[in-house]
Every structure is written in structure tokens, then in C-alpha cells.
């Protein structure tokens, strides 16, 4: 072992103020399987992230394959050849594609052509036993399927160096050994290839040709097993590991022993009988019988998927059973049942505390919802800090905790109310072996001291080990249940691991992965790699194009908001929003009451624009009626209107308009003073009185819609306003949401650049888009009867640079938030107030001031508007609209751009 | 019952907590009842504001000339002087609204008492500002006829004025529409946004299964997001409505403050029932961004607050009946604007409170369902 394939120097790295890695100098060597080992929270993800090149390096050296992980040319020279794998099963797969497309996209990103491509993905789900499975959807595989999967997707490219950042946490034991075994066949295959990978479970490890050993940010040694084993004079790495910890920490630690249970006489505390659960017609759990006594410690084992998790919730009430029935204290199990409750703790497997509040508002919000004694509550909390350790990290967010430590906040939320009975699902995956002994301590405490009765569901065979009885479980049937010595016994195996092995060999009919022992496939050519992949590449940023569309074609309910709702939205505002002020309701306090007056309320009641309310009798009621909103115009006529208006003695007819809404007021006021001049033209007429002839006329043309119906106006209108929101909002939840998942490490670990993937991301939304434009121009001129004047051709040209540009809206709004919430909230309110109030909708911008003068010049909504409005009404060219499309076209490269800088090729 | 409401007490607080390490959040809420509500109310002017008017003049005598210096700004920008040509062209790039031609000779015509005309062409495509505008040049143009004539040639001027109040905004500033109508429009979108995101939260991180295992029921864990979002609005409310309308847009209020504030309190019992509505429905974020839109977006501008009700087909103001923006609006309106008090607006608040307590119900239930029936 000459050689090193990565090498580390002083490299340092925090969060905040917590330091993940210390001042780290290793070499780890080429050509074999290196371990990282080590508990969670140890630093080992952040360490292997940084080889990758996934995120940023804050101090020290870091080089990779031969080169400074610093420089930028040198991270995109070398990517072809490392694999990353993150931590967390399937995290960077996407759930809705099926096996063969992600591995698929994975080739695609790495530049392969279709038939290199299709021969590898062959071979690759062939020896990993997933050929079966090629089109089942990644969210639907078993946990250990997904990470299969991962390993496919990242041996696509057949790289130098194979990063898997522990691959097997939560994985159950016959998956497990199928994944090692996977593992060393492509090892056979490819002897040059490195493997880095950091494991918690030391058993796994003891394989491995190199371990470094770490904790707290720091590298405790590094050496062969053997070497470890030797020098700390253990007999297994568990124990050596132990050994190798500071003093400090190793201290009070020593081997569990397991008190023996003293029966106890009053009944059993759950009793499952036939419980069965269907979903559709897959049986998730297929009549499961057991008893647990008081004080009993039952452990569940099973692979990932085999019904634990549904055996549970129904235990607890969140789900009504198909069939059977559950019984806890005697007592059928009832989701309304406040008392039960309070007499259980649960454990969900996900961690499911509020990631926003410190581990002491969590402590002290659920201390509360159990309703115990306000004086205890903050004695409770101490003590439970003090037994779970949770001392230092009491101010710090929940989120970012290590798994391990949240776990055990889980643990102390889940007894704060000191309950009857403990409900555990998998409360220890991912938890280190020492934080692992200290949680089983607690449990076993629990149950022989308080006697607490625990229901815990485990994949660790040490751990099923300290059970009282186990029931060994899989595909939602119960194999075997006994005390563990009477399971091995049986079995006539060495261990509880080999006599599951053994159950669920015997269950599944097979022996392990189909063809474990066939020789490795014909080295099919590896390609060498590519020198440096390209700049940009086509292939790359089809293949982000094609899997956001099948993204977006599998999820339905999202592709129906996106169409079908803008065709709501249009219909609703289409015949919703008029700017047409009609229907006024007036009414007049006459002091007059001749014919004159009643004349001139006539000529107002007569018009299409005025409604007449029952008449005024005093100053205080028309007071009282324009406050209440009930009237919108009030007429006093004063007495003696109509003998005045005969002898042509000047009289002034009082108008009170309602300016709460001041452009309806001054319509109103523009009516009012049309009528007036209407009456007096006509009482002039009939009296023969001396004609009020105006010395010239105006002659008002109006253009484009001669009706002056709004309809004409907004329609047109409305189309860029549904064209702004919605394709802006799914472009930002569709970025934002891969940060939230997780498949934004796929930007950071494959050669695939940040406009690749920003382009092609927004193809797919860009194609929607422009479906539901057709859709709303068909809208417009089929239900609305809004002619199309202008070319169809153009229009739609208009509309692609349009969305274009929304989308790329969205895409900048998507580089600030961090959470889906966020990248709504922020698109929602910037595009809507935009849209509505400063693109023209209802007033030209030129007519805007200040602020919204600007938003609405540089905002792209103003100029598809006009392009709209000129092509729908105005029978417009496109050579009268360049301007608008060359400003349109404008924004396009802008927005792009401004994404591409804001968006981070490495992890922060 | 009292557990229950403590219970939801609790919750809400710790919904608080989460709210106030969602920076992004906050910092959107405080911009929308700050800035959004000041751009908002300065820039939009629904009266007539700075319109594009171009005049051609063929005349070039001392009355065209008079005419044109009578566009002197405010309600219209100052006119740009082209030549016939440009004019339809300026029309149809939509730089102006209004095109005013003088005729050759109008001068002299009108003198000569044969009443020219003058051809005003109006894009009535912008339909508001066209009408109101019209209107405007009639009065500025004869007006300026009439005086240039009467040095001539003395008017008989009609008897008959109308002497026109506009009550509860003299100057028909439209600030004070817009500011408030903003503020509303603020309520119903954020209340809405908060508590769906609140619960879809949960339901994304697990932590509302985690939540149903405990003693604790279907009503607290709403109740706790209702009343903790609705009070984070409520308060930017009324700090929005004394700082930013009050104090800086200056727009004088009319009526009681605190009935304003016991409307918007029943308004947001309304909109966060809303919010829990679409959350239950909607399995994603995504999902819950598209349905608010979709729900929100009719609610802002069919209830009144962007143009007048009346003026709705009959269909679309009585189905706007059932949603309670409706009748926010017209609270707000009449408190605010017209000082009206609890005499005039009881009915509003009545039928506010009656489609709040029925959102909550429905949402209730709709809820409970939901997570009886989630695995």
C-alpha cells in the first residue's frame, strides 16, 4: 500500500460554531477497500465529502486523484472518475422514476451514448439482482434495494474511486451481506478500483483492508483490522474501538449484562391477535399473533419493508387494522383513547422531533403536552438531559444534532411522561456502539427497575440478542418467535445473524442475491476516461430535461394544477374582474319634487349605469346610507329646482360621491356629469331655452374595443398573469425541492454544470407552460369570443420567450430559499404584485411612478402584455412589437445568468 | 376542555418557535405588510394618474397651442407633439392612451362659431384610465375653447352646476384605497400560506404522526396552527396599519381602529381555517403552492377590494358571497373609509363569523379524516 488516492492535510472544517473535522492530516491508500469507522457526528460524511469535492474546503489540503480538490479545473478533470454515494438511503435517487431511469440518467450525465449505456445498466442490474425490478420506482424499493440501486448509479462511469458514505446503516443483515458481497465481486472486476466507505457497524469493517478510526473530528489511528485488533489487544473491533477513545470517554463503559426478567403475574401488556393490515390488495402485515408480558423486552427483527413499522402504528392506534385486533392493558387498542396514550411512549422510525426548536423546547413542549406538573417539568427535563446525555447540546436545533444524539433526544421525548409501555421502532439504526450500549443500559433500566414494558423493533443482531423473547418477521409474516439462545438453538446456527440468515433464506425460497456466486461479467471495455469532460454538454443537460419531465408526468396532481388550473383561474377572472363601473346604486333626496326634479332623476334611473335606490328623506339618512356602502352616489335638488331651472336662475344640485374606491368615484363623477349635460341639452329642447352650444366638439374614437367591455381588455390580460405564477412556482418548488431531498448532491458529485442543470430543469416546465398557453388562447377564443387579430405564430413566439423567463424567475427565486415554504412564499408574493399591480393589468406602466415604475419596467410581465393586448385586439405585426420581444428576449440571458452565479456547484 | 385548549396553547407557541427560525419566512411577512403594502399604495393609481397623451396639431394657431400647454402634467403626462403618422403607431405599441387631433383651420373655425371637431383616439384597451381620461379632455379642451372664445364673444353659461362632494376621500387620493386593499389582500395570502405550509410541514417531517400518538387530538393540533398564524398576521396588521398607513403614506382614518382589528381577527379565522383546508387536501408543497394559488387569486380580486362588485357578473358576486374576503372588504371599507361603527357593519362581521366557524368545521373534519386515513 505505496500508493494513496487521497490525501489529507490540517484540514479543518466547522458549522456555525461546531467543529466537524479538526485539523486532519491522513493519507488513505489506493487500490483497496478503506474504511472510515467510527460513531455518527464523528466528522467521517464531512471528511469524504470533501474528497469527493462535494463541498467546500475551508482549511488545509485535500488532494484527490492526484490533484488540489481546491482548483476548480483539476475537481472537474477528476469527477468522471469518483463516485459519491451520500449517506441516507436513495438520497440521491429520484423516488418517482423507476430502476432503469436512474440509472438511466446517471449514464446520461456521465455522456454515455445510448448503447454503451444500455449495455452497462444491463449488466449492472443483472449482477445486483435488480433485472427484476427494472421498472419498479425507486420510492417503492426495500431499503436495501435502494442502496443496490445507488451502487448501480454510481458505477455507471466505472470510477477510480468508489466514495460510499456509510452504505448498509439501516439496511437488514441478509441485504447487507448481499451488498458486501456485490461489492467485493466489482472489486474482483476491477482490482485498480478504490473504496472508500465509513461504516458504524464494526462488524462490517473487520472486512476491510485499511481502517481509519475517528471521533470527534479527529483520526484515533489508522491501520489494517488486524493492526487495530493488536495494538489495543481486543478481541473484536467493537471492543477495540471502545479502546481506542480517549480516556475520558471510555469511562463507566463496560460489557452490557442483561438482569434476568422476574415474571410478573398480572397480565399480558399487548396482545396482538390476527392483526392483519391491507393496503389495496398488498398485505402489509398477514395475521401476526403475539403476547407480551409486563416488563418485557420483545425485540421485532426484520428487513426493511417486512410490516414492523405498520405492526406498530397499529399497536398504537394510528391505524385501524384490516382484520384482528390489538389489546394493550386488556384494553383494545382505540385511536381516540386520551388515556391509553398517555400510558405509551413512541418511537417513530423517521426522526420525528421539530428539527426548528433546541433539544430543550422539545423536552419541555412534550413534558407539557403530557400534561405533567408545571413545578416537575423543568426537574424532568434536567434528569432526562443528565441520564441521555443531551447536556451540551441543549440550546441546538434539533436538525442539526447527529443522528446518533437525536436519536437519543428521541428516546428521552418518548419517556418524559414516564409511560407504562414502550413502543420502539428502530430507535438505534445509526446510533454508535457505545451510544448503542448506553441506549440498551437505559432500556434494560427501564424495564427490570420501572417495569416498563418495551416493544422494540431493531435490525441489529446484538441487539435482538438482549431481548427477552424476539419474533423474527418478513413480507408481513411472522417466521419465528422465541427467546434468542432457543433461536439459534433450533436453527443449529452460531449466531442470532446466521440464524436469520437462515429463516430468511428459507423464506424467500432462494439463497441470497440471484447468481452470488456467478463469476463477474466479462470486463466489458471500459472506456478510458475522458480526459476533462466539456464545458457543456447537450447530453448532460437532455438528460436533467428528460428526468424532471418524467418527474413532472408522474406526478399527476401537480400537472393538473398546472393546467387545469390556469384554465379555472382564467374562466374566474375572465368573467370575474371587469373595469367596467356600472350598476351604481344612487338615490336622491328631492326637496323639490316637481317634474323637473322628478325628470332629472328620471334621466339618471334611465341610464344603464345607475340602479335607483328608494329616496332620501334627510341629510342624516343619505349620511347614514353612503357610510353603510349602500348607496354610491346621493343627489340633493334643492328646493325650487324646477322654477329656477324654468327662468333660468342658476341652482346647484348637490352629488355625494363615494370615494372609498376613488377610481370608481371618479367614474361615477364622469357619469354623473354626462347625465347632467344630457338634461340640460333635453330641457333646453323642450323649454325652449337658450341652446348651451359648446364652441367645438371632441370626437372620441375608441380604439380596439369599441364596446369598452372589459372582457376584450382583460382576457388578453389575464393570459401573461397565469403565464407569470404558475410556471414561476413550479420551477422554484422543483429546484428547492431536490435541495430538500437531497438529489441536489447529483449537481455537486457529477460533471454536470450549473447551466446544464438549470436549463434543463426548465425545459420541461417550459413545455407545460406553453400547453397551457394554447389552452388559454383556446379559452380566450372559444368561451371568451376575444378574437385572435394578430398571428397565431407570433403569439406564440411571444409566449415561449415569456415563460422562458418566468421560469427563469422562478429559477432565481429558487437560488435564495432554502425550503419549499420559502420558495413559494418569496415567488408568490414577488410575481404577484408584480403581475397584478405593476405590469399594466389596469394602468400602463408609463402612467406608474417611484418604485413600481421600476419593478413594472423590469419585470417581464409588462412587455407580454403589450404583446397580448397587440396581437389579440390590436390585429399588430410583429415588426410593430420588436421593441417588446427584443426586451422580452432581453431578460432570458439575464435571468439565466444571475441563476447560474447565485446556484453553488459544492456543498457549503 | 381545558387540557385541550392548553394543549393548543402550547402547540402554538412551539408553531411560533418554528416560524421565528424560518428567517426567509419572516422576512417575506415583514416585507409584505412594509414595503409591499408602501410600493403598492404610491405606485398604483386607479384614478386617473400620468396618462400617455400625444397631441397631433395641424392647427399651430394660438388656441391649439393653448390647448396642448393645458396638459400640463398630474393627470396627464406632458404631451408628446407628433405628426398624424406616429400617432396610430404610438397607439398600437401602447405608449399612449390617448391621441388628440387639432384639425387644420379649428382656430379659425371656432371663431366662425361652425363648432369643429377635435378626434381624440383612446385605446380602450385600458379600459379604466380610457373612460376617466375622456371625460377629463372634454372638460380640459372646452374649457380652454370657452375661454379663448369669451374674449371674443360672450357665453351664456349654463344655470344649472352640479356641485360634486366626494365623500370619505376628497382628493380621491388612491393611496388610501390602495393601502389598505393591499393590507387585506396581504391577510388573505399569508394567513392562507402559513398554516397550509405549517401543516404540510409536519406532515413532510413525520412530526405529525408523532403528534396523533400522544394525547392530543385532531382540534388542538389545528387549533394551535390557527390561532399562532392568525395572531402573526393579526399583529403585523395592526403594526402595518399604524406605521406604514398611518404614519408614512399618511392616510387619515376614518373609523375605529379596534373594530377594524376585530374584523381582521375573524377574517383570519376564516383564512387560517382556509390554509388548514388546502393543507389536508394537498400531499405536497408543491401541491399546496399550486391550490393556494388557486383559491387565493379569486379571493383577491373577485371580492371587491381590486375593482367594484357591482360591475361582476350576478353569478360571480353572489358566489363571492360565501368567501368571507367578500365581506372583509366591505368592513374594512366602510370602518376605515367611512367611518362607519359597529351599527352600520354588524352585518358584515355577522357573516364573517358565520363562514368562519363554517371553514373551521369543514376543515375540521376534513382533517380529522385525513389523518385517520394516513398509514
Known amino acids: 500500500m505505496t500508493e494513496t488516492v487521497a490525501r489529507l492535510a490540517g484540514v479543518g472544517l466547522r458549522y456555525g460554531n461546531t467543529v466537524a473535522l479538526d485539523d486532519i492530516t491522513l493519507d488513505i491508500p489506493a487500490g483497496c477497500m478503506a474504511g472510515l469507522i467510527g460513531p455518527d457526528g464523528v466528522g467521517k460524511s464531512s471528511l469524504l465529502a470533501l474528497v469527493a469535492g462535494v463541498r467546500v474546503i475551508q482549511q488545509g489540503g485535500v488532494e484527490t486523484l492526484g490533484g488540489d480538490m481546491r482548483d476548480r479545473r483539476h475537481r472537474s478533470a477528476v469527477c468522471p472518475r469518483i463516485a459519491y454515494m451520500p449517506q441516507g438511503l436513495g438520497r440521491n435517487l429520484y423516488m418517482t422514476l423507476s430502476v432503469f431511469e436512474n440509472v438511466d440518467f446517471f449514464g446520461r450525465l456521465f455522456g454515455q451514448a445510448t448503447r454503451e449505456r444500455e449495455t452497462r445498466i444491463a449488466e449492472l442490474l443483472d449482477s445486483t439482482g435488480l433485472a427484476a425490478f427494472r421498472d419498479r420506482p425507486a420510492g417503492k424499493l426495500s431499503g436495501g434495494m435502494k442502496q443496490k440501486l445507488g451502487l448501480c448509479c454510481a458505477l455507471i462511469h466505472d470510477p477510480d474511486l468508489l466514495i460510499l458514505d456509510e452504505p448498509t446503516t439501516g439496511v437488514d443483515p441478509l441485504s447487507r451481506r448481499q451488498f458486501w458481497q456485490l461489492i467485493d465481486r466489482i472489486r474482483a472486476r476491477r482490482p485498480d478500483m478504490s473504496v472508500l466507505v465509513s461504516s458504524a457497524y464494526m462488524g462490517e469493517a473487520a472486512g476491510f483492508d485499511w481502517l481509519a478510526a475517528m471521533d470527534d473530528g479527529r483520526v484515533l489511528a489508522t491501520g489494517t483490522p488486524a493492526e487495530l485488533l493488536a495494538r489495543t489487544g481486543a478481541k473484536d473491533l467493537d471492543a477495540a474501538f471502545i479502546e481506542l477513545l480517549p480516556l475520558a470517554k471510555r469511562q463507566g463503559h463496560e460489557a452490557l449484562v442483561v438482569p434476568p426478567r422476574v415474571a410478573q403475574a398480572d397480565g399480558p401488556a399487548i396482545v396482538a391477535e390476527g392483526l392483519t393490515m391491507r393496503f389495496g390488495d398488498f398485505t402489509a402485515v398477514d395475521h401476526v399473533d403475539f403476547e407480551i408480558g409486563r416488563g418485557e423486552i420483545f425485540g421485532f427483527l426484520g428487513s426493511n419493508g417486512c410490516g414492523k413499522t405498520t405492526t406498530m402504528k397499529m399497536l398504537t392506534g394510528l391505524l385501524p387494522p384490516s382484520e384482528g385486533r390489538a389489546l394493550l392493558f386488556g384494553h383494545v387498542v382505540d385511536g381516540g383513547d386520551m388515556d391509553t396514550r398517555k400510558r405509551v411512549g413512541f418511537m417513530t422510525q423517521a426522526f420525528s422531533l421539530y428539527g426548528e426548536l433546541s433539544v430543550r423546547q422539545n423536552l419541555v413542549l412534550h413534558a407539557q403536552l403530557f400534561h405533567l406538573p408545571a413545578a416537575g417539568i423543568a426537574a424532568r427535563v434536567d434528569e432526562m438531559v443528565g441520564r441521555f446525555g443531551l447536556a451540551e447540546y441543549l440550546d441546538t436545533q434539533a436538525a442539526g444534532l447527529p443522528l446518533g444524539i437525536r436519536q437519543r433526544l428521541s428516546l428521552a421525548v418518548a419517556v418524559i411522561h414516564k409511560p407504562d409501555m414502550l413502543i420502539l421502532d428502530e430507535p438505534t439504526s445509526g446510533v454508535d456502539p457505545v451510544a448503542r450500549d448506553g441506549f440498551w443500559r437505559l432500556l434494560i433500566e427501564l424495564s427490570r427497575k420501572d417495569g416498563v414494558t418495551i416493544f422494540v423493533s431493531t435490525h441489529f443482531m446484538n441487539e435482538g440478542e438482549r431481548c427477552d423473547r424476539i419474533s423474527l418477521m418478513h413480507a408481513g409474516r411472522v417466521l419465528a418467535s422465541d427467546t434468542p439462545a432457543a433461536l439459534i438453538a433450533r436453527r443449529g446456527a452460531a449466531s442470532l445473524e446466521e440464524a436469520f440468515i437462515a429463516y430468511l433464506e428459507e423464506a424467500t425460497g432462494d439463497g441470497a442475491a440471484p447468481g452470488p456466486e456467478a463469476p463477474p461479467p466479462a470486463t466489458a471495455a471500459p472506456t478510458p476516461p475522458a480526459a476533462r469532460p466539456a464545458a457543456f454538454s447537450r447530453r448532460r443537460l437532455l438528460a436533467y430535461a428528460r428526468r424532471e419531465w418524467l418527474e413532472v408526468l408522474r406526478d399527476p396532481v401537480r400537472l393538473t394544477f398546472a393546467l387545469l388550473g390556469s384554465v379555472i383561474l382564467v374562466l374566474i377572472l375572465g368573467y370575474g374582474i371587469s373595469m367596467d363601473v356600472e350598476d351604481l346604486k344612487f338615490a336622491v333626496l328631492d326637496r323639490d319634487d316637481t317634474p323637473e326634479s322628478r325628470a332629472y332623476i328620471e334621466n339618471m334611473a334611465g341610464s344603464r349605469y345607475f340602479i335607483e335606490q328608494p329616496p332620501l328623506i334627510s341629510v342624516e339618512e343619505l349620511d347614514r346610507r353612503m357610510r353603510a356602502g349602500e348607496l354610491s352616489v346621493a343627489l340633493e335638488i334643492p328646493p325650487e329646482f324646477g322654477r329656477r331651472l324654468r327662468s333660468g336662475r342658476a341652482v346647484e344640485i348637490g352629488v355625494w360621491v363615494d370615494g372609498a374606491m376613488p377610481f370608481r368615484a371618479e367614474t361615477t363623477l364622469g357619469y354623473v356629469q354626462g347625465l347632467h349635460a344630457d338634461f340640460l341639452q333635453q330641457a333646453a329642447v323642450r323649454e325652449g331655452l337658450p341652446a348651451t352650444a359648446h364652441p367645438a366638439k371632441l370626437d372620441m374614437r375608441y380604439r380596439y374595443n369599441q364596446d369598452f367591455r372589459s372582457v376584450f381588455a382583460m382576457v388578453p390580460a389575464v393570459i401573461p398573469l397565469l403565464l407569470t405564477f404558475i410556471p414561476a412556482i413550479l420551477m422554484a418548488v422543483g429546484v428547492v425541492r431536490e435541495k430538500e431531498l437531497g438529489s441536489i448532491t447529483n449537481l455537486y458529485a457529477t460533471p454536470v454544470t450549473r447551466l446544464e442543470f438549470l436549463i434543463g430543469k426548465q425545459l420541461p416546465y417550459i413545455a407545460v407552460s406553453m400547453v397551457s398557453f394554447y389552452g388559454l388562447v383556446a379559452l380566450a377564443v372559444f368561451v371568451f369570443e376575444v378574437p385572435l387579430k394578430g398571428s397565431l405564430l407570433s403569439l406564440s413566439l411571444g409566449a415561449l420567450i415569456f415563460v422562458t423567463a418566468t421560469t427563469g424567475l422562478g429559477l432565481l427565486m429558487s437560488s435564495f430559499a432554502r425550503t419549499q415554504i420559502a420558495a413559494l412564499a418569496a415567488t408568490a408574493v414577488v410575481t404577484m404584485l408584480a403581475t397584478v399591480t405593476f405590469s399594466g393589468l389596469t394602468h400602463p406602466v408609463s402612467s406608474l411612478e417611484g418604485v413600481g415604475r421600476t419593478i413594472g419596467t423590469f419585470f417581464p410581465a409588462t412587455y407580454f402584455l403589450n404583446i397580448s393586448r397587440g396581437l389579440f385586439t390590436k390585429a399588430l405585426e410583429m415588426r410593430d412589437l420588436y421593441a417588446d420581444f427584443l426586451a422580452l428576449l432581453a431578460f432570458v440571458p439575464v435571468l439565466t445568468l444571475l441563476s447560474v452565479w447565485l446556484l453553488k456547484k459544492q456543498e457549503r | ?375
Open chain 2, 1 to 375: 376542555m381545558r387540557k385541550r385548549l392548553l394543549n393548543a396553547w402550547r402547540l402554538g407557541l412551539k408553531e411560533l418557535m418554528s416560524l421565528w427560525n424560518d428567517k426567509v419566512l419572516l422576512i417575506m411577512i415583514v416585507w409584505a405588510f412594509s414595503g409591499g403594502i408602501y410600493s403598492a399604495a404610491t405606485a398604483t393609481s386607479q384614478e386617473l394618474h400620468n396618462a400617455p397623451i400625444a397631441i397631433v396639431d395641424e392647427d399651430r394657431s394660438v388656441l391649439s397651442g393653448r390647448i396642448a400647454d393645458a396638459f400640463y402634467g398630474l393627470y396627464f403626462r406632458l404631451p408628446d407633439m407628433i405628426t398624424e403618422a406616429r400617432g396610430d403607431a404610438g397607439l398600437d405599441a401602447g405608449l399612449y392612451t390617448f391621441v388628440m387631433v387639432i384639425p387644420p383651420d379649428f382656430e379659425r373655425d371656432v371663431l366662425a362659431g361652425v363648432q369643429p371637431s377635435i378626434q381624440v383616439n383612446i385605446d380602450a384597451m385600458r379600459v379604466s384610465q380610457a373612460f376617466i381620461g375622456a371625460g377629463y379632455i372634454q372638460n380640459i379642451v372646452l374649457g380652454e375653447v370657452g375661454e379663448f372664445v369669451q374674449h371674443r364673444r360672450s357665453e351664456a353659461a349654463s344655470p344649472i352646476t352640479l356641485a360634486p362632494t366626494v365623500m370619505f376621500n376628497p382628493n380621491m387620493t388612491s393611496s388610501w384605497f390602495g393601502s389598505v386593499m393591499e393590507i387585506i389582500n396581504n391577510v388573505t395570502m399569508l394567513s392562507v400560506i402559513l398554516t397550509g405550509a405549517a401543516l404540510i410541514r409536519e406532515r413532510e417531517h413525520g412530526t405529525l404522526e408523532h403528534l396523533l400518538v400522544m394525547p392530543l387530538g385532531a382540534f388542538e393540533i389545528m387549533l394551535a396552527k390557527v390561532w399562532s398564524m392568525a395572531l402573526v398576521v393579526w399583529i403585523a396588521v395592526g403594526l402595518s396599519l399604524y406605521f406604514v398607513v398611518g404614519r408614512v403614506l399618511d392616510v387619515p382614518i376614518a373609523g375605529s381602529i379596534p373594530l377594524f382589528m376585530a374584523g381582521t381577527l375573524v377574517q383570519l379565522l376564516a383564512t387560517t381555517s382556509l390554509g388548514i383546508f388546502i393543507g389536508t387536501l394537498s400531499r405536497n408543497m408543491p401541491q399546496l403552492g399550486l391550490m393556494m394559488i388557486l383559491v387565493v387569486l379569486p379571493l383577491q380580486l373577485l371580492s371587491g377590494g381590486m375593482t367594484p362588485r357591482e360591475s361582476m357578473p350576478e353569478v360571480v358576486q353572489n358566489i363571492m358571497l360565501f368567501a368571507p374576503t367578500t365581506h372583509f372588504v366591505s368592513l374594512a371599507q366602510a370602518v376605515l373609509y367611512r367611518g362607519a361603527g359597529l351599527d352600520v357593519v354588524w352585518p358584515s362581521l355577522l357573516a364573517m363569523a358565520g363562514i368562519a366557524l363554517a371553514f373551521f368545521g369543514a376543515s375540521l373534519l376534513m382533517f380529522r379524516r385525513s389523518i385517520a386515513a394516513q398509514g
